[in-house]
Nanobody, 116 residues
Framework: QVQLVESGGGLVQAGGSLRLSCAAS????????MGWYRQAPGKQRELVAT???????NYADSVKGRFTISRDNAKNTVYLQMNSLKPEDTAVYYC??????????WGQGTQVTVSS
């Protein structure tokens, strides 16, 4: 069994910063792609950023230049540094991790609210 535990969400004013973390634990053999998605009320879940096991990154156009995804393979943890936050970034953020053997898992979600 694998568990993903997210942390770092909260309420911040526009222009502020937050750092999300997602730590994996359990029966982990190796970790492949890791990423962050978000879902705002009434909208579909959308990709925010992904990072491969080699460190190659991909970002949604809406967050390029403001968000940075990184990972610590020794800790099986993925991070999302969010700067210059905007009200439209308000959403529940979910981490996504693909593991060898055991497959894909979602985190439980963490709320990010940006006030104007």
């Amino acid at each position: 069994q694998v568990q993903l535990v997210e942390s770092g969400g909260g309420l911040v004013q526009a222009g502020g910063s937050l750092r999300l973390s997602c730590a994996a634990s359990g029966s982990i053999y190796s970790t492949n792609a890791m990423g962050w998605y978000r879902q705002a009320p009434g909208k579909q879940r959308e990709l925010v950023a992904t990072i491969t096991s080699r460190g190659n990154t991909n970002y949604a156009d809406s967050v390029k230049g403001r968000f940075t995804i990184s990972r610590d393979n020794a800790k099986n943890t993925v991070y999302l540094q969010m700067n210059s936050l905007k009200p439209e970034d308000t959403a529940v953020y979910y981490c996504s991790v693909s593991f060898a053997v055991v497959g894909h898992y979602w985190g439980q979600g963490t709320q990010v609210t940006v006030s104007s």
